[in-house]
Every structure is written in C-alpha cells, then in structure tokens.
C-alpha cells in the first residue's frame, strides 16, 4: 500500500473498513473540521455502498430481487463511477462480483473473516489490529440479510472449481438517473472503487470548505487537493512489510493507488483466497503480481488501473505502458518494473 510519510505536520489516523485512514493537512487549525468532513462523507458512503450492513442501500437493492429501485443520489453516483470503471477495463473491474466473494467466504468485514478462516496465512490490513474471537452474532435484520446474501452466493458455488457467470454482471446493471436495477443473481460489490472514489470526495471536500492542503489515505488509496507542502506530498510505497519499498513525492492535486493480492487473504475449502476476482473465472486472480501501484490525477483512475492490472497478469506491462502513466508492479519473486516514468530508486531493482 501507498503510504504518506512526512507530508506535513498535522495529521489524523483512525480505523475504517477493516484498513487505516490517514488525513494531513497543511493548515494545523483546519484538521478538526477535516476529519469531522471525512467521517461524515465515509459514514455516508458506507451507509450507501456497505454489503455487510443489511441497512445499506446495497443490500435492500439485492433484497428487491431485481426491481428497480431510486437511490440516492451518492450510491448512483458511486454505481456510475463503478460501471465507468468496468467499461474502461472491459470487465476486468467488475462491481457484480459480491456473491462470488460471498461464496468464497468473505461475507462480511474483512477483519472478522480472517478470525473465522483459522488460517495462518489470514492477513489483516495493516493497521487493523484485529485478534481472534468467536464469530459474533448480527441482530435479527442483519442475520436475515446475511442469510440471503449467502444463499446467492451458494448458488455461485460449484466445489472449489471456478464459475463463470454467462453474461458479464456489469452489462446487465442498469443505471438511469437514480433509478438501478440490478438482476436478482446479482450482489453489488463496490470495492474497487467505492473507497478510491470516496478518497477522492473527502480531498476536493476538504480542500474546498477549508482551503487547507490535503491529503487524505484510505488504505491503499490516496487522493490530494488544495496547495502540497514544499516538496511535494511524499509517499511511502511498500504493500508489506518486507516487501520492496521506495518513497516518492506526488504533486497538488495527483492521487496514487496500490492493490494488492497479498494483504487481503484468508482460507476457504482449505485454499488460500484473496480478494481481488477475475470475472471470468469468479476466482481469485492469478497473482503474478503482489502488489500494482499507479499515479494518476484521481486516486479512483489510478486504483482501476491498479486493479486491472492484478487480474491481467503478465498482460498488465504492455497494457500499463500503453496508458502512460507512472506505474510500479512488484512480482511474485519481489522483483520490480516501473513504467511510464515512475522514479528511479525502487528497492528491490527495476527491470
């Protein structure tokens, strides 16, 4: 993941989503108010996107069995950006992918699924600090949402063989306005960009209301705006540790994303899974790659990218380099290659 080090004095970093938020600003009166508009914006986002709460819109749209629902005007805007994502990949981020995650058993926050795993591969984000437990027990509407979350899921598990859905999940949601309509097979999984995308809001937010600098981190998500202290926002990129690891600074206003298929893992029918699909397949990707880095001007462009690039595999370098943009892909042997004018420097060596 993508890290800030050293990026101005005044900053904030709090436990969300089973991963770290980290909020810097550049004006030490301004950090306050900055995390009481990024709290907001995620409990919003949250509220919206979550499928692990059954009072999500989300989840009530997976409920509906397949009518068309009105939505609010943020979980539109966040299915827009999903579906723009998946267009520009050709599929390869899929937000329809929820009940194959379902029924590869991560079927609810990722901190209580690698208790649950009994795996001793199961890796929590850094700064997740999760311990093992019991698997607690939802109150009724949650268990009831559960319940049928999973029996979508089931229905998607075939063994530990992989299941390919018929038609491509993304092409059948419809988005008109803030009218969706999502098949009834389908559970939404906004993941892959949700976050970014929210990373995004909680910047132009911030710096907007405020007029501080900004940068605000969400896992492996980081979005700037307003002024950047001297030098540039510096940026620690290193997915985990022991992990190949280099610092670079990003100007005002860029973003930089990190995906990865060795943080976010678990065990399920005794294989170690991560959390990153190939919709072809409705398995875990390849992973080629540990970890994909990109910079771009929005953090959400950047983790698409990134994303892609872990379900594409070997196919990711020449894909990458055709958009032209600074990218940074660590391989399985820890080896790395840079593209697009990524800094120099990169322990662990470029090729």
């Known amino acids: ?3 800030p080090v050293g990026s101005g004095a005044y900053a904030a970093e709090w436990p969300v989503w089973s991963t770290t938020a980290r909020l810097v600003v550049t004006d030490a009166g301004a950090l306050g108010e900055a995390r009481a508009i990024v709290d907001a914006d995620l409990a919003a986002v949250d509220l919206a996107a979550s499928r692990f709460r059954a009072d999500s819109e989300v989840s009530r749209l997976h409920i ?19 579906l723009a994502a998946a267009r520009r990949t050709g599929g390869d ?6 009940a194959a995650l379902v029924a590869l058993g991560y079927d609810r926050d990722f901190g209580q699924v690698s208790q649950l795993s009994g795996a001793d591969d199961a890796q929590a984000p850094t700064g997740c600090g999760t311990t093992p437990g019991p698997r607690p027990h939802p109150p009724t509407a949650e268990r009831h949402a559960l319940a049928l979350l999973t029996d979508r899921g ?26 969706l309509t999502v098949p009834p097979d389908v559970l939404l999984d906004l993941g892959a960009t949700a976050k ?29 705006a307003g002024p950047a202290p001297d030098g540039g926002w510096k940026v620690l990129v290193r997915d985990r540790p022991g992990d190949p690891a280099c610092t670079v600074a990003i100007p005002a206003g860029a973003a930089v994303a990190t995906s990865s298929t060795a943080s976010r893992r678990w065990r399920h029918g005794g294989r170690a899974m991560h959390h990153v699909l ?25 983790n698409t990218l990134t994303t892609a690039a872990l379900v594409r595999g070997t196919a990711a370098v020449d894909w990458l380099r055709a958009r032209g943009l600074p990218a940074r892909l660590v391989a399985a042997d820890g080896s790395v290659t840079t593209l697009g004018g990524w800094p120099d420097g990169s322990a662990g060596g470029a090729r």
Do not use: K, Q, Y
């Open 196 to 224: 970014a995308h929210a990373a995004d809001r909680c910047a132009a937010r911030v710096a907007g209301t405020l007029g501080t600098g900004v940068l605000v981190s969400l896992g492996g998500d980081i979005a700037t």
């Open 278 to 302: 190939d919709p072809r397949t409705c398995r875990p990707a390849t992973p080629v790659w540990r970890s994909a880095t990109v910079a771009a001007r929005r953090a959400v462009a950047a």
């Open 64 to 82: 509906a069995g397949g009518r068309p629902l009105r939505v609010s005007p943020l979980l539109a805007e966040l299915v827009e950006v999903a």
């Open 93 to 98: 981020v899929d937000p329809t992918l929820g």
């Open 1 to 3: 993941m993508a890290t």
């Open 154 to 179: 089931r229905r998607l598990r075939v063994g530990v063989a992989p299941v390919a859905p018929a038609v491509a999940g993304w092409r059948r949601v419809r988005l008109d306005g803030r009218t």
